[in-house]
């Protein structure tokens, strides 16, 4: 199942639904509220009386615009030892001990579509491509074997980031601050767990999905990695988060940047200076996640 929020472009009326092919949705006809969402989809959704709807007289919004948090890992290995290597450090030997995290700006979510960035956060601007796992029970002290469960499905996650802002502030070693704090992109819907099954690679760590992950800016590709490449899977990162404290439906968590996954790791790769300008559009991609697509604007 493919969940969605959305405004109709002639009243600007919001609403959630289901997104029941590559053109229509299937209405819920209550404004976004992802709690309801999911108490539907826990119990069943009975969608053969819901009205439909066409793609093109709607924008689609966040799929989950009510986050009661937002945490981002850092959960591919060969994305931070790429750029160590390149800033000649060797790897951090800490990394394979356990997950980190960090706390992002949950009322700074935005879905497809136009964003509009500050000046001062533009200053080499960047896109990271990400999995966002969206939690559909509460728990904690949650072991690893049993924290996929509490997964209700998954997104697109774009970690917009301010490396100018965020280059200064990590000298003071209190990890990403303002150069992270203005915005995240999410969409185009989250798909449930069951969509994605087939492509599931399960083991004592928990689920993995061989799922292509890419990133195009202006039409073309520059990053390109596989969901199953993730290092510390959402079953251990869920695990180490909830350890003492609780987790809740609603609460969004970013897989941290795939391989390839960001203009930083590639400028320190490839020695270029590339970053986003005014007007790009960056377009990430995952198998079966479909296209999360934003313009930037400077503001």
Request: hydrophobic share 35%; glycine share 8%; aromatic share 8%.
């Amino acid at each position: 199942m493919k969940l969605v929020s959305f405004k109709y472009n002639n009243s600007q009326k919001k609403s959630c639904g289901i997104l029941s092919d590559h053109s229509n949705i299937l209405d819920l006809e209550f404004k976004p509220d992802f709690q309801k969402v999911n108490t539907l989809f826990s119990n069943g959704i009975d969608s053969s009386n819901l009205k439909i709807i066409s793609l093109n007289d709607v924008s689609l919004l966040s799929p989950i615009m009510n986050l009661t948090s937002l945490r981002d890992a850092y959960a591919f290995r060969q994305h931070v030892e790429s750029g160590r290597k390149s800033r000649g450090l060797a790897m951090i030997p800490e990394y394979d001990k356990f997950p980190v995290f960090y706390y992002a700006n949950h009322n700074a979510i935005s879905g497809p579509g136009e964003v509009k960035i500050p000046k001062d956060q533009s200053v080499k601007l960047d896109y990271e491509l990400e999995i966002a796992a969206i939690i559909g029970k509460k728990g904690q002290d949650i072991s690893v074997s049993e924290a996929d469960d509490y997964i209700m499905g998954y997104t697109i996650m774009n970690d917009l980031s301010a490396r100018a802002l965020q280059k200064e502030e990590m000298k003071l070693s209190l990890g990403p601050a303002k150069g992270k704090d203005f915005l995240t992109t999410l969409g185009p819907y989250i798909i449930t767990k069951d969509d994605i099954k087939d492509k599931c690679k399960s083991n004592i760590d928990g689920n993995r999905y061989d799922l292509n992950m890419y990133a195009y800016l202006n039409g073309n590709l520059l990053s390109k990695d596989n969901f199953q490449n993730i290092t510390w899977t959402f079953a251990q990162i869920i695990s180490r988060i909830s350890n003492g404290t609780k987790i809740y439906p609603g609460d969004v968590i970013g897989s941290g940047t795939c391989a390839t996954g960001c203009l930083l790791e590639l400028n320190q790769t490839n020695n270029t200076d590339i970053w986003l300008n005014d007007g790009d559009e960056i377009r990430l991609e995952i198998d079966r996640m479909g296209s999360l697509v934003n313009t930037v604007r400077f503001i």
